[in-house]
């Protein structure tokens, strides 16, 4: 899933709040520069439900939608950066930023992987896929996983935690997959592409424990939305 290394238990769950918040924020300013209007924008429907899942609060949510629509002082100007390299013990890491700043965040990243080695672009993302991944509830009693990842035109199908089902997709079915499967009873809460490993690493507890915290502090940077690992579970 890309985040199975993260802690079960933040030190600090109202400043972690805080960093999920900001995340959340900038997908739905990203997002809602195609209209702020989510009836009629289905990625700005589905990062709204994101943030409403998180339980951000309406004023930041509203707040968002209006800056990234470019209602409030002015337009939202991210951009997405990847960068490639490895954690301690050469297990595989790509951070994805969504940043205003190409400079600040490289400078960032740049300190944050001394402990581990950075890479230049397609030196670790060979050994993961890119896909789609969809993550849905069902709404329906008689909502079928299965079925409705076959009709829908998804590749593959999970089961997720919570109740949540995960439907795979080529990068390029992501958006008609998400919009196919309310017909099949399900709501969808959240839908990007993403890195999955094709060979994660196994360590034991003190490496791992090792690499946890070199993600977490990447993890914990402004800039860095997403942070895909290859570490197994």
């Known amino acids: 899933m890309g985040a199975q290394w993260k802690a079960k238990h933040k030190a600090d769950a109202s400043a972690a709040k805080g960093r999920i918040f900001t995340k959340l924020a900038k997908e739905i300013m990203v997002a809602a520069r195609n209209g702020a209007d989510p009836d009629m924008n289905s ?4 990062a709204v439900e994101a943030a409403k899942k998180a ?3 309406k004023d930041t949510l509203e707040r968002a ?3 990234g629509a470019g209602l409030l002082d002015g337009p939202a100007n991210y951009e997405t950066v990847v960068y ?3 954690a301690p013990h050469q297990v595989p890491v790509i951070v994805e930023c969504l940043t205003d700043n190409k400079n600040r965040s490289a400078q960032s990243i740049r300190v944050l992987f001394r402990k581990g080695q950075l890479g230049s ?3 670790v993302s060979w050994d993961f896929k890119y896909l789609g991944e969809i993550v849905a509830h069902a709404v329906t009693p008689d909502a079928d996983l299965e079925v409705a990842a076959i009709e829908a035109g998804a590749q593959d199908f999970e089961e997720g935690e919570e109740g949540d089902c995960i439907f795979l997709t ?3 079915d992501l958006d ?4 196919a499967l309310p017909a099949f009873g399900f709501n969808v809460t959240s839908a990007r592409l993403v890195y999955r490993p094709n060979n994660p690493v196994t360590l034991d507890d003190a490496a791992r424990a090792e690499v946890e915290a070199f993600l977490e502090a990447i993890d914990a940077d402004d800039d860095v939305q997403h942070v895909y690992v290859g570490l197994a579970g």
């Not at 990625?43 to 589905?46: A, G, I, P, T």
């Not at 008609?176 to 919009?179: E, G, L, N, Q």
């Open 176 to 179: 008609a997959v998400s919009k």
């Open 55 to 57: 339980s951000m609060p």
């Open 121 to 123: 672009s397609g030196s």
């Open 43 to 46: 990625k700005l429907r589905v």
């Open 84 to 86: 490639e390299g490895f």
């Open 65 to 67: 939608i209006k800056k």
């Open 170 to 172: 080529e990068p390029t």
